[in-house]
């Protein structure tokens, strides 16, 4: 029998919305094929990767065709064509239309379920294809001079800017007063499925989601941080909502042992953009020491305190 927690089942994708065009519905039906289980993540990535490719290919040959390639024409600037990445090879842009729908998935499913799973092994396998160039823009003034290309699929680090993308996503879930502080809210359940997936993207090498980690708004040092005395219904529960959330990226022992790693190069941090230290680490086990015996927190937010504190000591004595 299927389990009725709340907090074990998929939300809404959001995938489809009603102002969605052809192009939109294209890429769109891939993702749902992907989580349907219709072709596998290897699958999915050989038919994105090619999708984009040959879509680069056939605009730079038609692109070549036309008397000037470098300039739109008369007609097409009064028809209200926007630039010339309308009609040269654009694989960026493609990468850019669909990655925030995939951001935007990456908080309906939990922690480590099946189609986060598939999510995260279907850019996997993108990134552990060989990695080849495709045409981008324009060709150059000077012919001399090399066409411009993009190399697909090296991620890491903050390839393509993609980690701006998740970033604009947290939007929707982390604000003053967002429904974080909701105990068992849809929101509150979306930015825990957000952040467990993010972990997984940071510590698997794909994309560098670190300064997006809610362990940082547990700290009292944080911006973000309520005040006890003065909210004392909505303030524990806000703490709440961003221990569970951030207690994704050390329940879970690929993600912790991964956190773990990254403190232990550092003992504090020098930067703004900085997330990993020992003193962090310290303070984010303190902070979950705290959550775990006070009884202003909810119980869920207190027995995931107890168990994220359980587990980094656990990987200290590893």
């Known amino acids: 029998m299927a ?3 709340p907090g074990l089942q998929s939300l809404d994708p959001k995938l489809y919305s ?7 519905i294209f ?9 349907n289980g219709d072709v596998t993540p290897s699958q999915a990535a050989t038919d994105f990767d090619s999708c984009v490719v040959e879509e680069a290919n056939t605009c730079h040959v038609e692109l070549l065709k036309r008397p000037d390639p470098r300039s739109l024409t008369v007609e097409e600037e009064e028809n209200g064509v926007p630039s010339t990445r309308a009609i040269a090879p654009n694989p960026s842009g493609n990468i850019e ?3 925030p729908w995939i951001a935007t998935l990456c908080s309906a499913f939990p922690p480590h379920h099946e189609k986060q ?3 995260i092994q279907f850019l996997e396998a993108l990134r552990d294809m060989p990695k080849h160039d495709v045409y981008e823009g324009v060709p150059p003034e000077n012919s001399d001079e090399p066409y411009n290309t993009t190399t697909l699929w090296p991620f890491g680090g903050n390839w393509m800017a993609l980690a701006e993308v998740f970033r604009i996503e947290t939007y929707e879930f982390s604000y003053p007063y967002s429904n974080i502080e909701t105990p068992g809210s849809e929101t509150q359940l979306r930015w825990r499925n957000f952040q467990s997936a993010i972990a997984r993207l940071t510590s698997s090498g794909l994309i560098n989601c670190s300064v997006l980690c809610a362990l940082a708004d547990i700290l009292p040092s944080s911006q973000s941080y309520p005040d006890l005395e003065k909210r004392k219904v909505g303030g524990p ?3 709440g909502g961003d221990v569970i959330a951030g207690a994704q990226w050390v329940l879970w022992p690929g993600q912790g042992q991964y956190v ?3 403190c232990r190069k550092k003992d504090d941090i020098d930067g703004p953009r900085q997330m990993w230290s020992m003193q962090h680490w310290k303070q984010w086990k303190e902070q979950f020491e705290f959550v775990a015996g006070d009884e202003r927190f909810g119980e869920q ?3 995931v305190a107890r168990l994220a504190r359980h587990q980094m000591l656990a990987y200290e004595d590893e």
């Open 3 to 5: 389990s009725q927690d």
């Open 18 to 24: 009603d102002d969605d065009d052809e192009e939109d």
């Open 27 to 35: 890429w769109k039906r891939k993702l749902e094929a992907l989580l």
């Open 97 to 99: 239309l669909v990655f």
């Open 117 to 119: 799973d598939k999510i």
């Open 237 to 239: 529960n806000r703490v």
């Open 260 to 262: 773990y790693q990254e």
């Open 301 to 303: 937010a207190r027995l």
